[in-house]
């Protein structure tokens, strides 16, 4: 199994740019999420999905969209790129949305929005 | 309001030292997860703790769950190098799909 993985490992974009992270796991998972870490900020919840068809907000949803057309991918869309998206970001997954299951983190998408 | 306060912040010790690092929150939680995420890298599972005043031991480190379910703690005996890295501490509230992340705490070992 790769479990969980991301492309591209960087990026950097003009300010209004949109573009696509890629996430992918084939761990048959169901529960899926985006996440943004920022210096001495953690990790931030951005979307998640409890399964195909399903998505909902996280904590810093704005600019960003999710679909879940397939269990095993679940890309985020950044629409118009600002600087204040510049970040990495996380997707990970897990068995099921209860919160106790182990989440498995992808290698990180590193953006540069200029 | 961040609804899992860490602390220290950072942290450097020497080799063989002990510390603690520990994850507060005014919140109960259903559960608490504590993973450990070096440079470049995404984080990686290291203990999950359900059960209010549970102690699970994984090698040198401790983890504990308040009884409250409110706040946790991990200890590591003998700091080794190879601890370095950054601590967090992760939980959903009881009924929540969303897992909240505390802010970390850099650990550095120094040999």
């Known amino acids: 199994n790769a479990g969980v993985t991301q492309t591209p490992k960087f990026q950097v974009l003009k300010t209004g740019q949109s573009m696509t992270l890629q996430c992918a796991q084939d761990m048959n998972h169901e529960y899926m999420s985006w996440y943004r870490q920022d210096p001495g900020m953690g990790l931030r919840l951005i979307h998640y999905?409890?399964?195909?068809?399903?998505?909902d907000q996280g904590e810093v949803p704005n600019g960003y969209n999710v679909s879940r057309s397939t269990t095993e991918d679940f890309p985020l869309r950044l629409l118009s790129a600002a600087p204040s998206q510049t970040s990495v970001y996380f997707c990970?997954?897990?068995?099921?949305?209860?919160?106790?299951?182990?989440?498995?983190f992808g290698p990180g998408t590193r953006l540069l929005v200029l | 309001t961040q609804l899992l306060e860490q602390s220290p912040q950072f942290l450097s010790i020497q080799e063989g030292e002990n510390l603690t690092v520990y994850c507060n929150s005014s919140?109960?939680?259903?559960?608490l997860q504590w993973y450990r995420q070096e440079p470049g890298e995404g984080p990686v599972l290291l203990v999950t703790?359900?059960?209010?005043?549970e102690v699970k031991k994984l090698k040198r480190l401790t983890f504990q769950f308040g009884d409250a379910r409110k706040d946790s703690s991990l200890h590591i005996t003998a700091a080794q190098p190879g601890d370095t890295g950054l601590y967090l501490c992760a939980g959903a509230r009881a009924g929540s799909y969303q897992l909240t992340f505390g802010k970390g705490t850099k650990l550095s070992v120094i040999p």
């Open positions: 703790v359900v059960t209010g005043g």
């Open positions: 999905s409890v399964g195909a068809g399903i998505t």
């Open positions: 919140s109960v939680f259903s559960s």
């Open positions: 990970a997954s897990s068995l099921s949305y209860r919160p106790e299951e182990t989440q498995y």
